[in-house]
């Protein structure tokens, strides 16, 4: 805690000082605060970083994008995640993060942000079939069936494997649901 203050304090003394309005400095105050689960100084911080003209990275957006997966704010995840992809002109994937994301939406059963989620990753370029998968066990856990997986897979050029047709059989029986809009 002395140390995080200390920082803080010279965090205090850099912004005073520096014109490079460099955002590693701050992300570093950032992580801290979403280590320590405190979202809402980290927010506060966040938009204190704006005011003073220090423009996000897509490091930036990564950290608010795993701090408010940490509190499963599948909302807030979404916006922020949509902004760490569209921050670069290539995205570098982290697997994690996309698989905790997935785990999160998995357990909530909430096929609407499974569908956004893949969205935004074939805006970056990064769909497979561990992602379809997991967007069909989505759609497992909350009782519904996909409408055109198969077909989406197939313009993504993205190969089913042995659990994407179990998962597919499975969901076969369900429910089917509509496909929500942009995701075809």
Known sequence: MDEFGEA??????????????????ANLILAAYINKNEMEKAVDFHNRM????????????????????????MD?????????VTSVSKWDPDAKMVREMYHVVEELGDIQVAE???VTLRHAKYVNTGIYNALLRTYVNAGKMPMIVAERMKKDNVVMDEETQKLIGITSKMTVTEVPNGVA
């Open 8 to 25: 803080m304090n010279l965090f205090t003394e850099w912004e005073a000082v520096s014109v490079t309005k460099d955002t590693r400095i």
């Open 50 to 73: 704006m005011q003073k003209g220090i423009s996000p990275s897509c490091t930036t957006w990564e950290l608010l994008t795993r701090g408010y997966l940490k509190q499963k704010e």
């Open 76 to 84: 807030k995840v979404l916006e922020f995640f949509k902004k760490t």
């Open 116 to 118: 956004q989620l893949l």
